[in-house]
């Protein structure tokens, strides 16, 4: 469970660095709380706290990757609902010409 604790703590760390611009404040603060509740956790040798930490880390990386592909997908669909919105009305007109 430690092994997978630091893993986990690395990995998040690593995409709050890469995202943060794409990350809400509250989110950041709450992930950086989980982390030190990990670290206590593993320092104290205590397996409960240590799992529920996880448990809690486990959520607001879930939020952090809520809100990353919120930044992201925003975009990415008005790019698609531009380009689509475009496709649909040449193919309505294709299909009054026949």
Known sequence: M???AESLVYNTEKQLKENDAKIPQDVKDR???DIN???EAINSNNN???KNALE?????AMEMGRAIYQ???TTGADQSA???GGA???GGSGDQNK
């Open 2 to 4: 430690k092994n997978e």
């Open 31 to 33: 992930i950086r709380a």
């Open 37 to 39: 509740q990990i670290n």
């Open 48 to 50: 409960k706290a240590l």
């Open 56 to 60: 809690s880390l486990r959520n607001s």
């Open 71 to 73: 930044q992201s997908g």
């Open 82 to 84: 531009q380009q689509g």
């Open 88 to 90: 649909d009305t040449q």
